[in-house]
């Protein structure tokens, strides 16, 4: 499984970016897939989770009703938007995907693959 995240960037506080991660795998939606994030100095942390059916989510807090995961398993992909950005959002995005397609996953060392990152910075 490969997985290719897109869609950083720099951004003013307020602002909204979708990221984008794409996977090359043979059926996507035998994997469930979430999001992660790491800012200089500290531990990489949850951000979203989405089951491989699309049919429930799982948000960190600092995030809840902010942004959204979600994902078309016709394209293999996994998308985040957010929105109402805040500097505290600035870090690297990694998108992830484990193996446990009825779970949305909290737990990084759960995730079997991970994408690249993808650079969020929001600042004024």
């Known amino acids: 499984v490969q997985l290719q995240a897109s869609g950083g960037g720099q951004v003013q506080p307020g602002g909204s970016l979708r990221l984008s991660c794409a996977a090359s795998v043979g059926t996507f939606r035998h994997y469930g897939m979430g999001w992660f994030r790491q800012a200089p100095g500290k531990e990489r942390e949850f951000v979203a989770a989405?089951?491989?059916?699309?049919?429930?989510?799982r948000y960190a807090d600092a995030v809840k009703g902010r942004f959204t995961i979600s994902r078309d398993n016709a394209k293999n992909t996994v998308y985040l938007q957010m929105n109402m950005l805040k500097p505290e959002d600035t870090a690297v995005y990694y998108c992830?995907?484990?193996?446990?397609?009825?779970?949305?996953?909290?737990?990084?060392?759960?995730?079997?693959?991970w994408g690249q990152g993808t650079q969020v910075t929001v600042s004024s």
């Open positions: 989405i089951r491989g059916d699309d049919s429930n989510t």
């Open positions: 992830a995907a484990s193996k446990e397609p009825w779970r949305c996953v909290r737990f990084a060392s759960r995730y079997a693959f």
